[in-house]
């Protein structure tokens, strides 16, 4: 797994390792972290997820960031802002490239963002649960403009 989050990681020095790894027999997949200032737009989800796919490295999530320490107010995007970039950034792209998920690693279990239900409401499904009722639970909740995490104590 590797965790390219920006087209000008892929290095020379880089890909040369990935193909390395390759030459093993090696399954190479990319994890992305979506971040505000950093890879936000469109464009620049699909110009990394062409390149890796161009590198024989499979997009396998682009992850929500994480409200951590230092990061939170600093490179967290917005849910709603985030779905436009997804589904902007797979309307570029063909095949493989658009195979990824969007979703977070929330406490509760691992969520993928589905998208918009209405303006004010998005749908998420359950890719793993804690809970083994959850397990592929899809769910539907009510977001603000701002909102850029699921509450750790979220009401199912």
């Known amino acids: 797994m590797t965790h390219y989050n920006h087209p000008r990681e892929l290095t020379e020095e ?4 990935i ?8 399954v190479i997949r990319n994890q992305t972290v979506l971040l505000k200032g950093v890879n936000d737009d469109p464009n620049t989800i699909a110009e990394l997820f062409s390149k ?6 499979m997009p396998y999530y682009l992850f929500q960031c994480r409200p951590v320490k230092g990061v939170k107010d600093q490179f967290q995007v917005p849910f709603k802002e985030g779905v436009d970039i997804v589904d902007k950034a797979k309307g570029m792209l063909n095949g493989l ?3 990824f998920r969007f979703g977070l690693s929330h406490v509760t ?3 993928e963002i589905i998208g918009m239900a209405d303006p004010n409401k998005m749908i998420f499904k ?7 009722k959850n397990s592929g639970r899809i769910f ?3 977001i603000g403009e701002e909102e850029a995490w699921l509450p750790e104590n979220m009401p199912l």
């Open 126 to 132: 359950y890719i793993q649960a804690k809970d083994q």
């Open 52 to 57: 890796l796919t161009a590198n024989g490295i």
């Open 14 to 17: 880089s890909l040369r390792s």
């Open 140 to 142: 539907i909740r009510e």
């Open 19 to 26: 193909s390395l790894l390759q030459e093993t027999g090696a």
């Open 97 to 99: 490239a658009k195979s």
């Open 109 to 111: 279990g691992k969520i």
